[in-house]
């Protein structure tokens, strides 16, 4: 089996689209591996997973799928058929009865991490200047610019609910941890990581790599595939 046989699927996380996979996506891309990203909603946990798996529904082949922060926890929800292997871009990876804001809030948050309530609709949005201090630190304004713009609210209803037995005790799954974290502790992501017996790569960067970091990302991708295609 050659890497263009394998399907990657990428999942973005809370006040992002997909448009924030954009690079690794290219360099993916150039490398002739099939890659999508998954549009969801982020009105609720049903409703992100149900998005993903119509998103599973339009490829074919075995799937490689990786998640960004909130995403772990929708991608260890995906229907399992022709699921290979996971990827956790500095993700939340709650387990069977947990909830995504118990791990989120499991420590105490980075001095820089923003202060988060929802509004009158229940939505969380992101405050415009946690672009710099906490979400993207490590991008350029341009990048951070953009990410302010596009960026998506979260329901409460996609972290406050318990999630059923994730893929990852029976998928192999790679954890990117990043070490320069403000959003999500990196004493949490190890804690995550390790319980999910994941390959651990742990990297100086910040909660966004796939913006700031790429070719880290893509790495660890990289290695899951060839775990898939066996070369």
Same mark, same amino acid.
């Given at each position: ?9 990428? /999942? ?30 982020? @009105?609720? #946990?049903? !409703? ?7 998103? #599973? !529904?339009?490829? =074919? ?11 772990? +926890?929708?991608?260890?929800?995906? $229907? ?9 871009? @500095? ?6 009865? =947990? ?8 420590? =105490? ?7 988060? +309530? ?7 949005? #992101?405050? =415009?200047? +946690?672009? /710099? ?5 490590? +991008? ?19 972290? @406050?609910?318990?999630?059923? $037995?994730? #893929? ?11 070490? !320069? ?8 992501? $190890? ?30 991708? $990289? ?9």
């Amino acid at each position: 089996m050659a890497m263009k046989d394998v399907r990657v699927v990428l /999942a973005h996380g809370a006040w992002a689209d997909g448009s924030s996979w954009a690079r690794v996506i290219t360099a993916l891309k150039a490398e002739a591996v099939n890659v999508s990203a998954a549009p969801l909603p982020l @009105t609720s #946990l049903a !409703d992100d997973v149900a998005a993903l798996n119509r998103s #599973l !529904d339009r490829t =074919e082949g075995p799937i490689v799928l990786a998640g960004h922060a909130y995403a772990g +926890a929708v991608i260890a929800l995906a $229907r399992p058929e022709r699921m290979k292997a996971l990827v956790y871009v @500095t993700a939340l990876a709650p387990d069977e009865g =947990e909830k995504v804001a118990d791990v989120f809030y499991r420590l =105490e948050p980075h001095p820089e991490a923003p202060k988060l +309530a929802p509004d009158s609709n229940g939505l969380i949005w #992101l405050p =415009e200047g +946690a672009f /710099a201090t906490a979400f993207a630190q490590n +991008a350029s304004a341009e990048d951070r610019a953009v990410l302010a713009a596009v960026q998506r609210p979260i329901s409460l209803n996609c972290i @406050t609910v318990p999630v059923g $037995r994730p #893929l990852w005790k029976d998928v192999p799954s790679w954890f990117l941890v990043a070490e !320069d974290d403000r959003m999500i502790v990196p004493e949490t992501q $190890r804690y995550m990581a390790e319980r999910m017996k994941a390959k651990i790569k742990a990297h100086p960067v910040d909660h966004t790599p796939s913006v700031t970091a790429p070719t880290v990302v893509v790495d660890i991708i $990289r290695e899951a595939i060839r775990s898939v295609t066996g070369s």
